[in-house]
């Protein structure tokens, strides 16, 4: 086994080392990216750091490391998606005893989980939520519903009513492709 270490002095502040792994009675060389991050909570006498690894066959000629890092932090991202599919829409098991009837049933969740990705990125600009937010935040709305004169308003505050305008002025936009909208949107 030969390790080498060698310090980094790349911009990014979390990278905690690098090292260049060869395992026994192996000729591909792995790189190992260690990484450190400073813990929001510390115990009294515990040491004040979380520490990560990747392990990847990747070389440095082929990709730098910052760039490695963000490589895998999305892979990571994609996992929490799939997580997201089975817990936050029920796909741990199929309900049916048919293949016909389960393939529906995972059509249907699968547009589900991506319509609430839709909402996801219309409510965060930038930093997509998970399912279960989403639904608290867009379902669980507080409003006060009045009946008059054959019409039904939803009253909400300022806050919240900027707020569903603002998601209703990004979908038009993007399915009509103009900010400008018939009709107003203060009796939501």
């Known amino acids: 086994m030969s390790i080498v270490l060698?310090?980094?002095t790349e911009s990014f502040s979390s990278l905690g080392g690098l090292t260049i792994y060869r395992p026994e009675g192996c000729e591909e060389t792995l790189r190992v990216m260690i990484m450190r991050a400073e813990k929001t909570e510390r115990p009294l006498f515990e040491d004040r750091y979380d520490?990560?690894?990747?392990v990847t066959n990747i070389g440095h000629h082929e990709m730098r490391d910052e760039d490695l890092l963000d490589f895998y932090r999305a892979r990571g991202?994609?996992?929490n998606y799939i997580k997201e599919l089975k817990n936050g829409f029920d796909m741990h098991h199929f309900p049916c005893q048919k293949l016909n009837a389960n393939r529906v049933y995972g059509i249907i969740a699968a547009f589900a989980h991506n319509l609430m990705r839709y909402a996801s990125h219309i409510l965060a600009d930038g930093k997509p939520r998970m399912a279960k937010r989403v639904r608290s935040y867009m379902v669980t709305v507080p409003c006060r519903v009045v009946r008059h004169a054959r019409r039904v308003i939803f009253d909400l505050n300022q806050t919240r009513k900027r707020e569903v305008e603002h998601w209703i002025r990004k979908i038009h936009q993007q399915f009509v492709?103009?900010?400008r909208m018939r009709g107003t949107t203060t009796d939501l």
């Open 177 to 179: 492709g103009s900010t």
């Open 77 to 79: 991202n994609a996992e």
């Open 6 to 8: 060698r310090a980094s």
């Open 51 to 54: 520490y990560y690894g990747f």
